[in-house]
């Protein structure tokens, strides 16, 4: 039985007298949540789906087989790295951590293995391995991945400054950044050496941020490098035990969180917040922030007041969508030899046609990255015996769904569930080309579309990792933590980078404009405990 600090809407309860409304009970969201409750402010985090978390949440089937929807792994959570204090602060130090290992990646393009050691210099030793005559060029990347990481730490930063910090310190540091900013991973892989194999091998966790190589901000490939590069680690419980031990930490400071929640509305008048709306029922409030993804926020719940950051999110595309395949197993994971770590898998060193030029039924063959949530838990391993979980992910086109999406959950009908059952089956095929041992123990299976993404988070497109994070993304000076309406805050991915490490940093940063020079009292409470 898995523990709830959180409680179900009801339109009779009393909900007046709360400093701050939350949106959306993703990892940004609580992260906020936890440090203005530790504050000493009462605070209310809504949430539209009947699970609270966001993308860490996870979710169960028959016989005690449960998936994680979005954490596969997190970086710099080992002790003494940088996410670790922080998680700390954030769940009084309740949450556990397993380590994936010494090897936290595979990438295998058509038969050839690559695996990517923590460390940078275990990393980069590794890659001069495979690539003995690439040496300069594998030596010039790790000091563009670091070079670009503090670059893009400190533009980040820099979207919690006031206005007239932003117009004068802040404009010179975003002009020198768009230097950077403005290449492609592909365009500074290119400038690096002319190998395709070592440049495919380098930009081959593409999925990780949901942009091919040749669209995605060098600036995000090097943040999210940069993230794993000390390796992986994975929550001891499953996913869900971040957003659990962050509920419990606002349970216990008389804050609260509510799901089946939707709010219908951000209430503004004369530019100022009053509240939100849940279906018609006003919940008065002057201060709001919106986890609820930028497109989301100006296009569904802010009816009045759009400012120009409305104008600069509609030429931003979405990010990836994708297909899931939840695989459960009859045996465990050590009798079956499955890995901790994950496997990016590659029919050819030509991403974008292996992506790009991919029908529905091809694309499994194509492209797919593998996890073991259950090899990198303990506590699985300690509570199921006899039971192991495989994720499999493709990219997938909504428009391979679109037809269907005024259908309910659940009961999209039987052409519906062919598509799927085409995606399961050419899964289920790789999955057995690369783990063979698999086959005969496949006890349960389930597939998720841009559809079922689309439900449960209301990303219009079913996208997972909210905008796209690509150059232009990185350029739109809009895309910041205080709005032009007042007692409006938007945190989320959309404002800093993907991954739980981009949405806690949101969450962190968002708070800043709001307790100013408060916050770095807390920052370095957080760091030096």
């Known amino acids: 039985m898995r523990e709830k600090y959180y409680k179900f809407y009801n339109p009779k309860m009393e909900l007046s007298g709360y400093d ?4 959306g009970s993703g990892i940004a969201g609580l992260t906020a949540a936890v440090i203005l409750a530790k ?42 790295e940088a996410i670790r204090p922080i998680f700390n602060y954030l769940t009084n130090s309740e949450l556990e951590w397993e380590s994936m290992g010494d090897i936290y990646d595979r990438v295998i393009i058509d038969k050839d293995v690559y695996d990517f050691y923590k460390g940078k210099e275990n990393h980069k030793a590794q890659m001069i391995k495979y690539f003995p005559d690439e040496k300069e060029a594998i030596e010039q990347y790790f000091k563009l991945i670091d070079k670009y990481s503090k670059l893009t730490g400190a533009f980040l930063f820099e979207k919690t400054f006031k206005p007239i910090l932003s117009y004068t310190l802040g404009w010179a540091f975003k002009k020198y950044f768009a230097q950077y900013a403005k290449k492609t991973t592909q365009s500074v892989l290119d400038e690096l050496t002319n190998n395709q194999r070592l440049k495919a091998v380098l930009s081959a966790q593409f999925g990780d941020y949901g942009m ?7 600036a995000v490939h090097a943040m999210v490098i940069n993230h794993f590069i000390n390796g992986g680690n994975y929550p001891v419980g499953g996913a869900d035990q971040i957003s659990i031990k962050m509920n419990k930490v606002l349970d216990s400071l008389g804050s609260l969180v509510l799901v089946n929640a939707k709010v219908s509305e951000i209430v503004i008048e004369n530019n100022k917040v009053k509240g939100v709306k849940i279906e018609d029922r006003f919940i008065s409030c002057p201060n709001v922030i919106s986890n609820a993804g930028v497109k989301n926020t100006f296009n569904s719940l802010v009816k009045t007041n759009k400012s120009a950051i409305k104008k600069a999110i509609d030429k931003l595309n979405p990010s990836v969508a994708h297909f899931c395949l939840y695989v459960g197993l009859n045996k465990s994971d050590k009798e079956l030899n499955l890995p901790k770590h994950n496997v990016w898998y590659h ?18 063959q194509n492209f797919a990255y593998i996890s073991f949530p259950s090899a990198k838990d303990k506590a699985w391993r300690e509570n199921n015996k006899n039971k192991a979980t495989i994720q499999a992910v493709s990219p997938a086109k909504y428009e391979w769904f679109k037809k269907y999406e005024d259908l309910k959950v659940m009961k999209r009908g039987a052409e519906y569930e062919a598509l799927k059952m085409q995606f ?51 350029l739109t000076n809009q895309l910041r933590f205080e709005t032009k309406i007042k007692g409006l805050t938007l945190t989320g991915q959309d404002i800093t980078m993907v991954g739980v490490g981009g949405a806690m940093a ?15 009292r807390i920052f370095y409470n957080i760091f030096n405990p």
């Open 39 to 80: 504050e000493g402010y009462k605070v209310l985090v809504l949430e539209q789906h009947y699970r609270p978390g966001g993308f860490t949440h996870t979710f169960k089937r028959k016989d005690g087989y449960f998936w994680d929807v979005g954490v596969h792994y997190v970086g710099n959570a080992d002790k003494g």
């Open 212 to 218: 091919l190589p040749t669209e995605s901000s060098f």
């Open 20 to 23: 701050f409304i939350i949106v």
């Open 506 to 520: 949101a969450g962190m940063m968002c708070v800043i404009p709001i307790l100013k020079f408060k916050s770095f």
């Open 424 to 474: 399961e089956e050419a899964m289920l095929q790789k999955l057995y080309e690369l783990f063979p041992q698999i086959k005969g123990h496949v006890e349960i299976t389930e597939v998720s579309t841009p559809l079922s993404t689309k439900h449960y988070t209301n990303y219009q497109q079913g996208e997972i990792y909210g905008l796209e994070h690509s150059p232009r993304r990185l």
């Open 347 to 364: 029919k050819t060193d030509d991403f974008t046609k292996n992506i790009e030029e991919s029908s529905l039924e091809e694309i499994a």
